[in-house]
Nanobody
Framework: QVQLVESGGGLVQTGGSLRLSCAAS????????MGWYRQAPGKQRELVAG???????NYADSVKGRFTCSRDNAKNTLYLQMNSLKPEDTAVYYC???????????????WGQGTQVTVSS
């Protein structure tokens, strides 16, 4: 019914930048909050950044001032601009959306398949 597809991951050196994108498609009626999570090997998945439908954002302390989360509601697309990357940012990054479809009378959570971000020292 709904697909979230991430892109933009890769290998970058310390101090470099990457921009992640997440395109939502399917029988979408309305997208509430969206966000980026990450999971490093041996660690729990953690919230990196979240954004409401009206653009209010929140960030993990570890990425404040370096990462910027934004969304284009007309394109159902979420972005994460990551600057000044550090080796500790290495993880699989997942897109999340709380989405209501035309088929179900309530919103539910959807996840992308993840994209690898590797920051070399």
């Amino acid at each position: 019914q709904v697909q979230l597809v991430e892109s933009g991951g890769g290998l970058v050196q310390t101090g470099g930048s990457l921009r992640l994108s997440c395109a939502a498609s399917g029988n979408i009626f309305h997208i509430n909050t969206m966000g980026w999570y990450r999971q490093a090997p041996g660690k729990q998945r953690e919230l990196v950044a979240g954004i409401t439908n009206d653009g209010s954002t929140n960030y993990a302390d570890s990425v404040k001032g370096r990462f910027t989360c934004s969304r284009d509601n007309a394109k159902n697309t979420l972005y994460l601009q990551m600057n000044s990357l550090k080796p500790e940012d290495t993880a699989v990054y997942y897109c999340h959306g709380n989405i209501k479809t035309w088929l179900i009378p309530f919103a539910r959570d959807y996840w992308g398949q993840g994209t690898q971000v590797t920051v070399s020292s």
